[in-house]
């Protein structure tokens, strides 16, 4: 089945506590991005990757990183967590083009930070 | 900048109404519209889209059609179930870059 695979569904950690949530798809698709979702912003992009090795930032990438290292990954990384960052994140996947496929997102991750 | 608008919620309808769900954008070229539907605990699936002027996209019994004199792509669906209970969202994708633009989301509440 064709899907963008998210892990863990929640999570809940404290302050500084350096974490990743990882991203997997399987349609060997060029584009990936993260979003979070947060009440009353709709979704808002934290970073993209057009491909292995190119990734760069959205419009709140602040306090994350990701990485590129093979075509399928996408991790999100945050070094140093802070409350602000309590959120709901979506990763995504799109073939080249993204006008006419949109993305397929995953089920999501629901992060706490205490 | 590019940005969606969306009515507020939440819409709450009877099962077998009529729904519409409002949404406006602002973009300086020729952006592809998108609906997508976020059922309660899941990721947002794409529900329909259309890449140019006039175009309509439909599925499931919803359509919406792309208007570039009102800039508007409005979502509607000639009688809605208790299944179609969920958040709606409005995007746009612009030149085909890396992003899709989302409005806020219109949650949708069908009772019987």
């Known amino acids: ?114 | 900048g590019d940005s969606v608008t969306q009515m507020e919620g939440p819409v709450t309808l009877s099962e077998e109404a009529f729904l519409t769900i409002n949404c406006t954008y602002t973009a300086t070229g020729y952006p592809s519209l998108f609906w997508y539907v976020q059922y309660p605990g899941e990721g947002l699936q794409l529900l329909l889209k259309a890449t140019k002027a006039d175009d309509k996209g439909s599925n499931k019994g919803f359509e919406a059609t792309y208007r570039k004199e009102t800039t508007s792509f409005h979502l509607e669906k000639g009688s809605v179930q208790v299944s179609d209970s969920a958040v709606y969202f409005c995007a746009l994708n612009e030149g085909g870059g890396n992003k899709l633009t989302f409005g806020t989301g219109t949650q949708l509440k069908v009772e019987l």
Request: glycine share 8%; proline share 5%.
């Open chain 1, 1 to 114: 089945e064709a899907q963008v695979t998210q892990n863990p569904r929640y999570l809940i950690t404290v302050t500084g506590k350096k974490l990743t949530v990882t991203c997997s798809q399987n349609m060997n698709h060029e584009y990936m991005s993260w979003y979070r979702q947060d009440p009353g912003l709709g979704l808002r992009q934290i970073y993209y990757s057009m491909n292995v090795e190119v990734t760069d930032k959205g419009d709140v990438p602040e306090g994350y990183k990701v990485s590129r290292k093979e075509k399928r990954n996408f991790p999100l990384i945050l070094e140093s967590p802070s409350p602000n960052q309590t959120s709901l994140y979506f990763c995504a996947s799109s073939k080249q083009g993204l006008r006419d496929y949109g993305y397929t997102f995953g089920s999501g991750t629901r992060l706490t930070v205490v």
